[in-house]
């Protein structure tokens, strides 16, 4: 079994809905929840970076865990056709000094004019 | 502010060959990461250095994989020989503080025939 389930898609919306993304884990020991975009051809790049159980917004995003459920989700409220990317979940334990993370397999998006 | 550079950006070798991949971190990022994405699998974690020591090389897959990060500056992953199986897209990422954002470059992609 993977550490982190990823919802695979792919995903295809009209401009203006609201997108759910999700992942689910099994290791207790993930502390730190990250969301990443990925462009075709590109890095990933940091969306939302979590810690704590709750909701956390930054504008059009929100990033939401449940720690007793295991469960992680990115909504993008007014999406937009240049939301259209691979996100990625992404988490992290605390190992001492180290801290690497374990990626979800990315779920692509596509937001249709 | 340069972002993580990586060179080079494709790769194409024969089976059995060796392949050196770069990456330039950010300026002043102590911490740098290596991972690697194989055809349809997730992104997985490969080393961590923090400046020129290894942290963390649970995720290398097997001795024919070398990285080395002389200075605390610039990181080269060899791959020597290559085989089929390490064909995919291999990334850096670097973050100033351990517990900080990982920024991410583009990627190298390699193709092993």
């Given at each position: 079994q993977k550490e982190v389930e990823q919802d695979p898609g792919p995903l295809s919306v009209p401009e203006g809905a609201i997108v759910s993304l999700n992942c689910t884990y099994s290791n207790s020991a993930f502390q730190y929840f990250m969301w990443y975009r990925q462009y075709s051809r590109k890095g990933p790049e940091l969306l939302m970076y979590t810690y704590s159980s709750g909701n956390k917004e930054d504008g059009r995003f929100t990033a939401q865990v449940d720690k007793s459920s295991k469960y992680i989700s990115l909504f993008i409220r007014d999406s937009q056709p240049?939301?259209?990317?691979?996100?990625?979940?992404?988490?992290?334990?605390?190992?001492?000094?180290?801290?690497?993370?374990?990626?979800?397999?990315?779920?692509?998006?596509?937001v249709l004019p | 502010e340069a972002g993580v550079t990586q060179f080079p950006s494709h790769s194409v070798i024969e089976k059995g060959q060796t392949v050196t991949l770069r990456c330039?971190?950010?300026?002043?990022h102590d911490n740098l990461y290596w991972y690697r994405r194989v055809m349809g699998k997730e992104i997985k974690f490969l080393l961590h250095f923090v400046k020129e020591s290894k942290q963390d090389e649970s995720g290398m897959p097997n001795n024919r994989f070398l990285a080395e990060?002389?200075?605390?500056?610039?990181?080269?992953?060899?791959?020597?020989?290559?085989e089929?199986?390490?064909?995919?897209?291999?990334?850096?990422?670097?973050?100033?503080?351990?517990?900080?954002t990982q920024y991410f470059g583009p990627g190298t992609r390699l193709l092993v025939l």
């Open positions: 240049s939301d259209s990317a691979t996100y990625l979940c992404a988490m992290s334990a605390t190992l001492g000094s180290a801290r690497q993370l374990t990626f979800g397999s990315g779920t692509q998006l596509t | 330039d971190p950010i300026s002043g990060r002389t200075g605390g500056t610039y990181s080269t992953l060899k791959v020597q020989p290559a089929l199986e390490d064909s995919g897209v291999y990334f850096c990422a670097s973050s100033q503080e351990v517990r900080e």
